[in-house]
């Protein structure tokens, strides 16, 4: 396996380090929030001082976002492969640990957990941070006020990931002041997801509906709006998640991309369909701004360009579509296929497919520079809102709705055919709902939805019994046993681990 470039540790819960380890932007170097480097440049004594501190704390902030713990292998264990739709990959022997999270066989103290665990508690310190030492900064008021409400999204996506895979979590809505705020105990789920609604709707009152280019990939109005609709529907409020997704499609902002195939390509990147995506760049003149590893880690292996080759889909994925669905060829790369822009994917090696939806053009690889490091990653998509709709507009019995949000999308992948992916008629309520789950799995395949979305629908059993899936367990991953054992055992472990 070739090295993997860790980011600086900050310590307990990420909690630990001070403004120095933060990823500040050099001055030379402020003209997008793109190009933020992940090395600690300013020392914390002579920050917080005034709008360009405000600045460069919050570009920090999204810049964490791309790094390893939080897009690269964690990533894939704690929210990828468990899914009947992705496994391993890559060549048998390597990475072997990620066999255990496939057939829930992963014990406590398995490295990945607390990369999951630390990966998402940097990012709520610093958003954190913002949000402690940006009031008392004397700037724009309007930029002081969308930048705290940017750092509530940044906070709340990230204890949305929390809560998903560990259920209770230690709850921190500021920086500790001394030691003994250090070590919290978990909070029971239920309030997390309180605070978690509560950062939405206030951030949702005050980010704007759009940016200028220089700005796009922060979070928006629809994104707050978005997250919030999938953070209600984990805890089944219906009338909430079809009140948040009808504001955000009566907002005219989104749209459907018209191609499927080319809406993940780095050319349409932030297009009408994107609600929220990380924004990632090959910056040839800041290599350590590069660092985004997301595709890297899985590109097709063995060829110049390409990447390490895990997180492959599945057969079980590629034959769950319905025929002709043109999502299927848009989704997986398969062995021996030419894709669009010509790269020949060959016909032998140790994966039979690849995702695709990571895919770039291997003429696009710069030597020195990680494969793919330009691609962004797409984390809220409209189709994703719409399809939310439709799945609230069914429960509360409003079924023409449901069936004319999942019409958009089947539209959209049916394009101009008329022999595939007939309109769904049904109306009756557990019928409908099934082709809106089966219309998910399709629509967001290889996007790390399907593990925790299948759970969420009370299907662990039924979908993922067979690989070792047990219910009153695997609905959680273990907590990692380096933080138990770091707290003295104020955090306690989840049942059956």
């Not at 396996?1 to 310590?11: E, V």
């Not at 990230?158 to 070590?183: C, H, I, M, Q």
């Not at 299927?328 to 140790?350: C, K, L, S």
């Amino acid at each position: 396996m070739k090295n993997i470039n860790l980011k600086t540790k900050l310590g307990r819960f990420g909690l630990y380090a001070g403004l120095a380890s933060m990823l500040l932007l050099p001055s030379a170097c402020q003209d997008s929030f793109l190009d933020t480097d992940p090395q600690g440049k300013q020392s914390g004594d002579v920050f917080w001082q005034n709008e360009g501190d405000a600045t460069k704390a919050v570009n920090a902030m999204y810049a964490n976002l791309r790094s390893w713990n939080n897009t690269a292998f964690a990533p894939i264990a704690i929210e990828s492969v468990g899914s009947d739709e992705t496994e391993k990959g890559s060549s048998a022997s390597d990475a072997t640990f990620f066999n255990t999270y496939d057939n829930f066989s992963v014990g406590s103290t398995d490295g990945l957990l607390g990369g999951f665990w630390q990966g998402q508690y940097e990012n709520i310190n610093y958003a954190n941070q913002v949000l402690d030492n940006v009031p008392a900064i004397e700037m724009t008021a309007a930029l002081k006020d969308r930048y705290l409400a940017e750092a509530k999204f940044v906070r709340a996506y990230s204890y949305f990931r929390l809560v998903r895979a560990f259920g209770d979590v230690p709850l921190r809505l500021k920086v500790p002041a001394g030691t003994a705020e250090y070590n919290i105990p978990r909070t029971a789920k239920a309030e997390i997801y309180a605070v978690i609604e509560k950062d939405l709707t206030e951030a949702a009152a005050v980010l704007p509906v759009s940016y200028g280019a220089s700005d796009l990939g922060r979070a928006t109005k629809g994104a707050a709006l978005s997250l919030h609709a999938k953070v209600s529907m984990y805890q089944q409020k219906w009338q909430q998640v079809y009140d948040l997704t009808t504001q955000v499609i009566n907002s005219g902002k989104y749209s459907l991309f018209a191609d499927y195939y080319q809406l993940f390509r780095i050319k349409n990147e932030n297009s009408s369909e994107s609600v929220f995506e990380i924004q990632n760049e090959l910056v040839l003149e800041n290599k350590d701004a590069s660092n985004s590893q997301y595709s890297q880690v899985q590109g097709t292996r063995g060829v110049v360009g390409g990447g390490w080759g895990f997180n492959v889909p599945t057969k079980e994925l590629a034959a769950s579509y319905e025929t002709g669905d043109p999502r299927r060829d848009a989704t997986i790369i398969f062995r021996g296929e030419t894709t669009p822009e010509g790269d020949v994917i060959p016909t032998t090696g140790d994966n039979p497919m690849y995702n695709q939806k990571s895919y770039v053009p291997f003429s696009l690889f710069v030597s020195g520079f990680n494969e793919g490091a330009q691609q962004n990653i797409r984390v809220i998509r409209y189709a994703d809102v719409l399809l939310m709709n439709a799945e609230a507009a069914n429960e509360l019995g409003k079924s023409a709705e449901a069936l004319a949000s999942l019409e958009l999308v089947r539209a959209r992948a049916r394009g101009a055919s008329t022999t595939i992916l007939p309109k769904v008629t049904a109306t009756e309520k557990a019928t409908l709902q099934k082709a809106i789950w089966k219309e998910r799995q399709s629509e967001l395949a290889m996007e790390y939805d399907r593990y925790f979305d299948v759970i969420r629908q009370g299907r662990g059993t039924e979908v993922f019994g067979p690989k070792g899936w047990k219910a009153n367990k695997n609905e959680v991953w273990p907590v990692p046993q380096t933080e138990i054992d770091l707290s003295g055992g104020v955090l306690t472990q989840n049942t059956g681990y």
